[in-house]
């Protein structure tokens, strides 16, 4: 393994640390002995190497797949565009071939040319949200041509190959998910097919890249999405149970249920005989009573199911069934009517989502509340956003069980980040991944941080302003303007401003920019991306934003000198999930708030203050303007979490040390 790593990192023109042999040589162990992995890899470890390595060795000497799943396209890209292309080159001497590897995404992510090139597009008017203008001078239309345009030219077909991207409303126009897929051996395009051509390509590769949605997905249910694989790496593990549960929340409203009667009329109009009610007619009436029970029913989580609500949930069931069946019985004489079998497909699919969610919904309420294995709550639309209407969703309580019996009893799994030690332990994240389970039952798996090649205390300060007052509810006070209004004039700019809400974020920005001479950013003036660019590239400007933000942002040198947060990122207190997961941990004699709320804002503060420090010469300042950081009796949980920055909560000592990084960075 070292002489393999040894050349993977010559190869590519690196230097080997310490932290990567050391992670290779765990992940090669946890392979051959099938005891899986949790590893903490700091910023510049190299840790893509040092998983790719041996799961390299592994899938050529067993002739099998390993796939690697990440939480973000940008990672995905790296891999496959920069890391395997030159590794595989370098590896292959030692190997004596050249490893194929390949990129797999759900079908939703690919062209499908069948509907592109006159197959049944999604009706826009089937919007869940308003009608939308689609002719050809309409922003849709225009973005639907360019699309047409690309799929002349692309090689592979894949959404992320758009450079700027479109709206889903245009992508899924010329796209189809895998339950409304005609198949390729009815599809006259079925040999073009760019999904199948995906699938076909990661089926003779050595490394599949992946994503963690679609890893869940054939993790967890009957559906197998991915090749056969043994051994699976999960990148950017932090993140794995937000993804997963994302990717298992199911949603209804009553614009959903309407969207799903329409398709289905096109079907069953004809369908139903003289005098007898049109099943889709009565999926429809079904949606209108739900819109209006939703509109009564207040927000939040669920914890018992009006009588009325739970009534119309079981019409809504009777209804898709009935569709179901209806369209299904007209099934054979659809063979040979390739545009209307693509339609039944779609129509379909909505119907059976439709069906399994309420079943989720109406079967959560039978078990009594402590023993309930998801959560049901009511979304309503923020003001800003008011087309969007009143969702139910259902999430399973807990993704540890399932990811246990489907996931890690099944293959050996390698999990990583540079985040994933909470408060110097890996249990609460083992936990909710379902490494531990309640009683001390827990599979066979090892911990290891293996650091970073960062000197922390020596490259960054972590300030955290006692002197301030805790934060409230309401506005920011105006101390914390103050505050962050002194630290960004130290600092030159330079600054990035974590917020944990939009609302701060915006009303921070708004404040600041007649207060400081440097240019002021706000997530929401531009696409992400572009501001993330502006800053960059702007070594003065600052940016402020919120969650997406807090991950993912990689901007080294001067351009960034000073992280703030304004406050440490708990779950809101009515969070649905959050609130329903700590009460589930209480119940079983478990410290919820800790397990729960403190954990994921440890997480969070960790990933934030990540930002900082992403080359060995930068040099900064994360400023916290939370005093519980200090004060609260779980302050020496969440500060464990964070890098072993040197701490201090003297402002005067901290705008000094900001002081003299400006003067250091700006010309003579």
């Known amino acids: 393994m070292t002489e393999l790593l040894a050349a993977a990192v010559a190869g590519i023109g690196g230097a080997e640390r310490p932290g990567q042999v050391a992670m290779a040589e765990a992940v090669q162990h946890a392979i051959e002995t099938g005891e899986h992995l949790a590893v903490q890899a700091g910023t510049g470890t190299g840790k893509s190497l040092a998983y790719l390595v041996p799961a390299i060795r592994h899938a050529l000497t067993a002739r099998s797949t390993v796939v690697v799943a990440t939480a973000t396209i940008a990672l995905q890209r790296q891999l496959i565009d920069r890391d395997l292309p030159r590794l595989v080159t370098a590896l292959a001497p030692l190997l004596g071939q050249e490893p194929a590897f390949a990129i797999l995404k759900g079908r939703r992510n690919y062209l499908c040319l069948y509907r592109q090139r006159g197959g049944p597009a999604e009706d826009p008017q089937d919007s869940l ?18 699309l047409h345009e690309w799929a002349e030219e692309t090689a592979t077909g894949d959404r992320d190959e758009l ?17 409304e897929c005609i198949g390729a051996a009815r599809c006259p395009f079925g040999s073009r097919c760019f999904a199948e051509k995906a699938r076909e390509t ?4 050595a490394i599949v890249v992946t994503n963690h949605a679609l890893m869940a997905i054939d993790a967890t249910s009957d559906i197998e999405v991915l090749p056969g694989h043994d051994v699976v790496v999960i990148d950017e593990a932090h993140d794995l149970v937000d993804r997963v549960t994302s990717a298992t929340t199911g949603e209804l409203s009553g614009a959903l249920v309407d969207v799903a009667g329409r398709r289905a009329g096109r079907l069953t109009d004809s369908a139903a005989p003289d005098g007898a009610p049109d099943v889709a007619d009565q999926l429809r009436k079904a949606a209108a009573a739900l819109t209006v029970d939703l509109g009564d029913a207040p927000a939040g989580r669920m914890d018992t199911l009006p009588d009325t609500l739970a009534a119309t949930l079981k019409s809504v069931q009777d209804a898709a069934k009935a569709c179901i069946e209806a369209i299904t019985a007209s099934a054979p004489g659809l063979e040979d009517d390739p545009p209307r079998l693509a339609a039944a497909r779609i129509a379909l699919s909505s119907l059976g989502e439709l069906g399994s969610t309420c079943s989720r919904i109406l079967g959560s309420f039978t078990e009594e509340l402590a023993s309930r294995p998801e959560v049901v709550w009511l979304d309503r639309p923020f003001t800003e956003d008011a087309r969007r209407p009143p969702t139910l969703r259902v999430a399973p309580l807990e993704v540890g069980p399932v990811l246990r019996e489907r996931l890690f009893g099944e293959r050996t799994v390698t999990l990583t980040s540079a985040t994933l030690a909470l408060g110097g332990s890996f249990n609460p994240l083992a936990s909710q991944w379902g490494l531990n389970l309640p009683g001390g039952d827990q599979l066979s798996w090892t911990g290891l941080d293996v650091g970073s090649p960062f000197d922390h205390p020596r490259s960054g300060i972590l300030y955290v302003a006692r002197h301030l007052p805790p934060p409230g509810r309401d506005a ?10 002194e630290l960004i004039e130290a600092a030159g700019g330079r600054t990035l401003g974590l917020f944990s809400s939009m609302r701060a974020a915006v009303q921070a920005a708004g404040a600041l920019r007649e207060r400081v001479k440097q240019p002021l950013l706000c997530q929401g003036d531009d696409v992400t991306a572009q501001l993330v660019k502006q800053f960059a590239e702007d070594e003065p400007t600052c940016l402020f934003g919120t969650l997406s933000l807090w991950q993912g942002v990689d901007v080294p040198g001067p351009a960034l000198r000073l992280v703030v947060i304004d406050r440490i990122p708990f779950p809101r207190p009515d969070d649905p999930l959050a609130s329903a997961r700590q009460r589930a941990v ?23 203050a990540g930002r900082l420090l992403r080359t060995m010469t930068d040099r900064g300042v994360v400023a916290v303007l939370d005093p519980r950081l200090v004060t609260a009796r779980y302050g020496d949980f969440l500060r464990a979490s964070l890098p072993p920055f040197w701490t201090t909560t003297d402002p005067a000592l901290v705008r000094a040390a900001l002081g003299r990084l400006s003067a250091a960075d700006s010309p003579a």
């Open 129 to 146: 949200f308003e009608p939308v203008d689609s002719g050809p001078a309409s922003p849709l239309g225009r973005q639907v041509k360019r």
């Open 163 to 179: 450079v700027p991207g479109v709206p889903e409303a245009a992508w899924r126009q010329v796209s189809v998910s895998a339950q």
């Open 586 to 608: 209480a119940a079983r004699g478990g410290n919820g708030f800790m397990s729960v709320a403190a954990a994921q804002a440890a997480l969070l503060l960790a990933q934030g």
């Open 202 to 205: 990661a089926a003779k590769a």
């Open 476 to 485: 920011l006070p105006e101390a914390y303007l103050t505050e962050l209004e």
